[in-house]
T-cell receptor, first 110, second 115 residues
Framework: DVKVTQSSRYLVKRTGEKVFLECVQD?????MFWYRQDPGLGLRLIYF???????EKGDIPEGYSVSREKKERFSLILESASTNQTSMYLC?????????FGSGTRLTVV | AQKVTQAQTEISVVEKEDVTLDCVYE???????LFWYKQPPSGELVFLIR??????QNEISGRYSWNFQKSTSSFNFTITASQVVDSAVYFC????????????FGAGTTVTVRA
């Protein structure tokens, strides 16, 4: 089975901190994605990557950056965490139409 | 632009009732894919089905069935004889060539099945 692993299930960070959310997939997929999930808004794409060192902005990239130094790892970075970034963050990978998701990281910024 | 609308925010049923989740989509592409995902309380999105735009055949998998109608741009999902374990948030999603096959999700429908 394809596995997408997100390093933390729950995180609590302080306003202004730099936050790293890590995601690793084990199926050699080219494409990886970071989504944010908020009630009533569904999943919104933050950034995606279709190859190592390649990245593209999604629908809501402001306040975020990403890093993909290796094919299997895609990191989401909150440069200076703010309370409006409190959310569920979902990583996904894809080798074609359709995604496999990680379990999510619930981030609370206080 | 592609868009997915799930008009039902929450549905609550009693066990053994049937429940239908609506999904309406918009796309300019003739080639596209539609998906349903389930998100149980544990949080991980679980893939349920993928349908391509050239296959309008309805599908049944156990207690789950899907009705794809291009004429109305809808891809509805029915759970027959619901069970408590069906309680989850269900997302409909669309990917098309003009958007590099990125997934666009609806807002989700929360289904609560009461014993």
């Amino acid at each position: 089975d394809v596995k997408v692993t997100q390093s933390s299930r729950y995180l609590v960070k302080r306003t202004g901190e730099k936050v790293f959310l890590e995601c690793v997939q084990d199926m050699d997929h080219e494409n990886m994605f970071w989504y944010r999930q908020d009630p009533g808004l569904g999943l919104r794409l933050i950034y995606f990557s279709y190859d190592v060192k390649m990245k593209e902005k999604g629908d809501i990239p402001e306040g975020y950056s990403v890093s993909r130094e290796k094919k299997e790892r895609f990191s989401l970075i909150l440069e200076s965490a703010s309370t409006n970034q409190t959310s569920m963050y979902l990583c996904a990978s894809s080798g074609g139409p359709g995604y496999t998701f990680g379990s999510g990281t619930r981030l609370t910024v206080v | 632009a592609q868009k997915v609308t799930q008009a039902q925010t929450e549905i609550s049923v009693v066990e053994k009732e049937d429940v239908t989740l609506d999904c309406v989509y918009e796309t300019r592409d003739t080639t596209y894919y539609l998906f349903w995902y389930k998100q149980p309380p544990s949080g991980e999105l679980v893939f349920l089905i993928r349908r391509n735009s050239f296959d309008e055949q309805n599908e049944i998998s156990g207690r789950y069935s899907w009705n794809f109608q291009k004429s109305t741009s809808s891809f509805n999902f029915t759970i027959t004889a619901s069970q408590v374990v069906d309680s989850a948030v269900y997302f409909c999603a669309l990917s098309d060539a003009s958007n590099d096959y990125k997934l666009s999700f609806g807002a989700g429908t929360t289904v609560t099945v009461r014993a």
